[in-house]
């Protein structure tokens, strides 16, 4: 079977694995049925939790919709030889699920910055725009004033709550910085990125408002990558080329000047080595840039941790805090795959996600943990073609003979080639100068191309240097303290509101014996009003 399981990732014996697969599991109409049953009763027995939640941790899945965790559920599956699509990822446990709009209120198809933002401030905002409102315009420094909204994790941190960010991007990239910094442009990462005008208005790069976030006692854990822009341009990076900040500072050792018993590390073995009981600021920037996509990780050459142990350790430090704490938790280079057309990356960075998921579950107790699963927008990948159960989800489609019964050879299109079940809508799988089209512009034939390697990029229709985002509505999975105020569809500003109400409102509640309404009292911070 383990040979077979090899050999099942680029589609040879298929057949064998859905067989076993279908076998052990016993399907049978009277199992279905039972199955349902089961469920049913489990959704009975669920009961609100009203608690106060003490922690929360918002997971964001970055490009994450529906068709790249179904995809990834199937990928997840298949390479324990199972067929996949009966399985579970861990995030997909949650009780409460709801869909949310992640439209921006200048584009239809949206961004990170404006996504990001409206999900830690309850303010939609414009692409591009990271911690304003939409009354500021992109690129203008001056527009910065009077249209900053505050972010749940600032609102946390002046609480006294413990903080956390955690990515494999850049911890200056869209997702992480709207947690923390305002700025009307999300490129504006050091001061090299920006404009003279805007450093002469007084306008601070990303990496710099980390460094000096104003309030409480500071951000306490921060991983990712990025080390160029916390770097001088004097100074060389220990995995190779230089710094970009042209302002001379080193961010990284003033960030262990600034708190007390503060770490930097950038790389895994020093990682490793941090005591979470000893250790109360914790920077971490593994990667020049973002960091290196799971199946390329091990060839990194200092070494990177993955998500799942950012994540185990960032808690690990932060539940030392009586009053709880916030993390932020993406699994950035979702996006990142999927903008290069490359589906294996895309479903492996979610398979590590689920992982990331899995170790907050097992690191915190749900009666006081809201734990929240989303994403800030999609993307184009499609799941189509009608394959038989089990057929590789990265393969060519193998679908069902007139009888019903499974059929070997590919199916192939109007131009007789074979295709594939995951493609792209646009992006480089179009381009003639890539893998997926042949000179002439028509479609590769892919009779003797082997779908299911890393670096194999779906084929596309619009072609594109990079693949685009997708528009559709995207899940929102929860569990803990009020995670059933996630319920239908709603606009993506309001995770906002439910983290909110959680954790410093401390809701009416009605008390159900004597028929009154109790009333917890509890400071608030200021709201986004603007």
């Known amino acids: 079977m383990k ?32 199955e349902g049953v089961g469920e049913l009763q489990r959704t009975l027995q669920l009961k609100p939790n009203e608690n106060h939640a003490k922690n929360i941790i918002l997971f964001i899945g970055d490009g994450m919709g529906m068709s790249t965790v179904t995809a990834a559920r199937i990928f997840d599956g298949q390479l324990r030889g199972e067929n996949g699509e009966e399985n579970v990822l861990s995030f997909e446990e949650l009780p ?15 961004d990170s910055a404006g996504t990001m933002t409206a999900i830690m401030s309850g303010v939609k905002t414009k692409a591009g725009l990271i911690g304003v409102n939409q009354n500021a315009q992109l690129g203008n420094c001056k527009s910065l004033q009077g249209n900053a909204v505050t972010s749940f994790l600032e609102q946390a941190a002046k609480a006294g709550m413990g903080t956390g960010i955690v990515t494999t991007t ?12 305002h700025t009307p442009d999300r490129n504006w ?28 006692g500071g951000i306490d854990v921060v991983l990712g990558g990025g080390r160029s822009k916390f770097m001088p341009v004097t100074m060389s990076d220990p995995e190779g080329a230089m710094g970009e900040r042209e302002d001379k500072r080193d961010l990284s050792a003033e960030w262990v000047k600034k708190y007390r018993n503060a770490a930097y590390v950038w790389n895994e073995q020093q990682f490793a080595a941090i005591d979470p009981s000893k250790t109360e600021h914790l920077l971490g920037l593994f990667n020049r840039s973002d960091m290196s996509f799971e199946v390329d990780r091990k ?15 960032a808690i690990a430090i932060l539940k030392k805090n009586p009053q709880g704490f916030f993390l932020m938790i993406e699994g950035g280079r979702i ?73 070997d050879k590919p199916a192939k299109a109007l131009d007789e080639k074979p295709y594939t079940t995951l493609n792209y809508l646009n992006g480089p799988g179009a381009l003639a100068v890539r893998d997926s089209v042949a000179k002439d512009g028509s479609r590769r034939d892919l009779s003797e191309v082997d779908t299911t390697k890393p670096d194999y990029l779906q084929q596309a229709l619009i072609p594109l240097s990079s693949e685009g985002h997708g528009g559709e509505d995207v899940p929102i999975y929860a569990g803990g303290p009020w995670a059933q105020l996630f319920h ?17 409102e401390r809701p009416k509640l009605p008390d159900r014996a004597a028929g009154k309404t109790k009333v917890q009292k509890q400071k608030t911070p200021a709201r986004n009003e603007q």
């Not at 090899?6 to 009277?30: Q, V, W």
């Not at 060839?299 to 350790?313: R, Y």
């Not at 690191?363 to 999609?378: C, F, P, Q, Y």
């Not at 995770?495 to 954790?503: E, G």
């Open 3 to 34: 040979h077979c399981v090899k050999k099942m990732m680029i589609g040879i014996c298929a057949s064998a694995i859905a067989a076993t697969a279908l076998a052990e599991r016993n399907e049978n109409p009277s199992q279905w049925y039972a």
């Open 96 to 110: 409460y699920i709801a869909l949310a709009k992640t439209y921006n209120t200048n584009q239809q198809v949206p």
């Open 170 to 181: 850049r911890v200056t990239h869209a997702t992480p910085a709207a947690t923390y910094a």
């Open 189 to 216: 990462e050091s001061d090299h990125d920006m404009p003279a005008q805007a450093k002469e208005q007084g306008c601070k790069d990303i990496a710099r408002q980390l460094l000096e976030f104003p309030v409480g």
């Open 299 to 313: 060839s990194d050459t200092g070494g990177e941790p993955s998500l799942a142990e950012m994540t185990k350790k």
């Open 335 to 407: 996006d990142h795959a999927h903008h290069q057309g490359n589906a294996y990356r895309a479903l492996d960075e979610t398979r590590e996600f689920a992982n990331a998921v899995r170790a907050a579950l097992n690191a915190t107790d749900n009666k006081e943990t809201l734990i929240i699963v989303t994403a800030d927008h999609s993307h184009t990948l499609t799941i189509s073609g009608e394959p038989k159960r089990g057929n590789p989800i990265l393969g060519k489609v193998v679908g069902n003979g007139d009888d019903g019964k499974p059929n």
């Open 488 to 504: 239908r569809t709603v606009e993506q500003n309001y995770i906002y509101q439910v983290m909110r109400y959680a954790t410093f």
